[in-house]
Structures are given as structure tokens and as C-alpha cells.
């Protein structure tokens, strides 16, 4: 005899709206698509590396970038994350340049495929470049850095809004990472019984190495028991300045200016993400319950959902865009009302972005 075990959600992939058409293949309406602001997305943010978007002169580096998340579930069983890896460059004169994942590709499959794309800024001559390297493009757009900046990059902590309690920064000393002296920072955020339905106190914990003379992030854990242990990591510093060629599009690429950004035009105040408009991200999620009508019916699949990311992380306006029904629809829109994301920014500002999420549903066979 053999009984099915619901192991709940294997991928929770950040789609965002603009690169994904919506598909509806039941009675549910799909929602219009949404403007592409940009023709070719952004870099997945990367909590490693500069403390700001503040141009630091004076401190060339060039390193390799990683990040993980592995997840532990409650029957022992560890499930390894894709490793990503970026690239990140700054010259004397302040001038970056980040090569990474596509945000619009970024996936927890070991084999998912990734367009790689590189963002350049150049403070000097006050423009910014987004190269995909598939198709020899260039996107120029007017850019002017910041005066001021966080110390640090937000968070993935997320926002206290059940009482939840986040305790102050606690000085870890200091450290050599990478032949570089850090300083360490750990932050403790608590979900008390019953912020969230718990029924033991929750803890989640933020550990962050920082350079003072590089103004970086060399290293960068997060331990969330909601989404597991993600670490992020600088690899290989190198304290010299890179190639000037790294700062420029290549000769062979096509150059497309690139005009600000504009409001979505499906819903007012609400943008899209490309460009200057950074992609939300994930930092809490509950897994969605199982219907036992499609666990009798041994159903499974992903539900993908369209939803806004707000100005405070929280998501709203959740449409179906492609259903899965016995069920397991309105057990996503329950479980992904419960998550909480870092949001979106526009010139420093949090704002209100498109985004879609898939929720994917999985059946095990388990003999007794």
C-alpha cells in the first residue's frame, strides 16, 4: 500500500509580470499585460558588495559573488539551493559595474536556465548601461548617483506588523575575510506565539561582515526558519584597479537610449519593474495548505498569481493568471497574502511594483 505526503512548496519562483505574459487556461479572467518598461531586465539584487548606491572613490576592488539558500524541513530532509555567482568591479573614480542573473530568470531549479546581464555606472560621465550579452545590446540611460545613502542595504529582515520584535544590532568584533579586516553586525527578529500562528516564539537572525576601507559587504548570512539558511559571500578581493574597458560597452554592441521610466499604465501608481525600478524581493513566505480534494484527486501542479508588491512589502490586488482548481487556488492566494517582501525602489524610494509569483504543488509517493 502506498499513501501520498504533501511536501509542500519545492519552487516559489519571483516572476516579474512584464517578462512573463499571463496564460489563462480555465474560466478566470487574466489580467492585461502589463508595459514593458524596459527591453532587457535588471541584475538580481546581491546583499554582498557596496554598502550604498553612494559613489566611493578611492577604493578599487574587483571580487566574485555567491549566494545559497539551503532549507532544512522538519523530517530531516536538506534541500540545496542553485548557487549563483556575480562579478563586481569599482575603479578609483567610483565608477561599478555588476554582472549577475537576470532578475527576470532567477529560479531555486539547479538547472534552471539564467540570462546573465551587466549593469555599469559611471558617476564621471553621468550615465548608467545595461548590457545583454545575447544579443549585443546596450541600453544608455542619463544617471546621476546619489548624495546620501543607507550605511547598509535594506534588510531582509522583514517588516514588524504582529507585534513582532526586532532587537538592536549586537557587534560580532572583527574579522579577515578574503585578506580584508571586517566588522561584524548580527540582528535578531522575533515572531512572539501567535504573531503568525506559531505556537513557539520564532527567530530569525542577520549576521553581516562589513570593510570600513572598502565600504563593502564581504559576507552576509541570513537564518530564517520560514525560508531557510541563505548565505551571500564575496570571493577572491582584489584591492587594484580593474581594466577601464570593464566600464564601457564593448565596440560590437548596439546602444539604446533608454527613456525614464513611466508609471505602469495598467494601474496607476504602480510600476514596473526595469530599468532604475529595482525588483522586490522574497524575504518571508508560508507554505500553502494542501485542499484534500486534490490530495484525494492526487493533483499536482503551480498556480501563477498576479499580484502588486507594495510601497510596505506587502502584497495585494492578487489576480490568477494560469488556475490549478480542486482547491489549491485559494490555498496560494492564502498562503502569499501571509508573505512579505523588501520592495521595490525608484531613486531611493520604496514603490508599488507588478510582479507574479508561481506557487508549485507537489504529491510524493511514500510506501509504509
Not at 46 to 69: K, M, N, R, W
Not at 202 to 220: F, G, H, M, R, Y
Not at 226 to 252: E, Y
Request: with cysteine; hydrophobic share 40%; aromatic share 8%.
Amino acid at each position: 500500500m502506498r499513501r501520498f505526503r504533501f511536501l509542500g512548496i519545492l519552487v516559489s519562483s519571483f516572476v516579474f509580470a512584464q517578462n512573463t505574459p499571463p496564460t489563462t487556461t480555465d474560466s478566470y479572467a487574466a489580467p492585461p499585460a502589463p508595459r514593458r518598461v524596459a527591453r532587457i531586465g535588471a541584475v538580481r539584487a546581491f546583499g554582498a558588495g557596496p554598502l550604498s548606491a553612494v559613489v566611493v572613490t578611492g577604493a578599487p576592488y574587483s571580487a566574485e559573488g555567491q549566494s545559497q539558500t539551503v532549507r532544512t524541513l522538519a523530517d530531516g530532509t536538506v534541500i540545496k539551493g542553485r548557487v549563483w555567482s556575480w562579478k563586481l568591479y569599482r575603479d578609483a573614480q567610483g565608477r561599478t559595474r555588476v554582472e549577475g542573473p537576470a532578475a527576470s530568470t532567477i529560479s531555486f531549479a539547479q538547472d534552471a536556465p539564467s540570462d546573465m546581464i551587466v549593469e555599469i555606472t559611471d558617476p564621471v560621465a553621468q550615465l548608467k548601461y545595461t548590457l545583454d550579452a545575447t544579443h549585443k545590446a546596450a541600453q544608455r540611460q542619463h544617471w546621476v548617483a546619489p548624495t546620501s545613502g543607507p550605511a547598509t542595504p535594506p534588510s531582509p529582515l522583514p517588516t514588524p506588523t504582529h507585534g513582532e520584535q526586532l532587537l538592536p544590532p549586537e557587534s560580532l568584533g572583527t574579522q579577515t575575510i578574503e585578506d580584508v579586516p571586517c566588522e561584524g553586525t548580527r540582528v535578531k527578529f522575533i515572531w512572539p506565539v501567535g504573531a503568525i500562528g506559531n505556537d513557539h516564539e520564532l527567530s530569525a537572525v542577520v549576521e553581516t561582515w562589513k570593510s570600513p576601507d572598502l565600504q563593502i559587504i564581504a559576507l552576509l548570512k541570513f537564518n530564517n526558519p520560514l525560508t531557510g539558511d541563505n548565505t551571500q559571500k564575496l570571493l577572491n578581493i582584489v584591492r587594484a584597479d580593474p581594466p577601464s574597458s570593464l566600464f564601457r560597452p564593448p565596440a560590437d554592441y548596439t546602444i539604446e537610449d533608454y527613456t525614464h521610466p513611466q508609471i505602469s499604465q495598467s494601474t496607476p501608481g504602480v510600476y514596473d519593474v526595469g530599468g532604475p525600478v529595482s525588483p522586490p524581493m522574497l524575504v518571508s513566505k508560508r507554505e500553502p495548505e494542501y485542499s484534500e480534494e486534490a490530495r484525494d484527486a492526487k493533483i499536482s501542479g503551480s498556480v501563477l498569481l498576479s499580484i502588486t508588491v507594495q510601497a510596505d512589502g506587502i502584497p495585494g490586488d492578487i489576480k490568477i493568471v494560469r488556475p490549478l482548481g480542486f482547491g489549491l487556488d485559494e490555498k496560494a492566494i492564502e498562503a502569499v497574502m501571509t508573505w512579505r517582501f523588501r520592495p521595490a525602489v525608484k531613486d531611493g524610494v520604496p514603490v508599488a511594483t507588478h510582479a507574479q509569483v508561481e506557487v508549485n504543488f507537489r504529491l510524493l509517493t511514500k510506501a509504509n
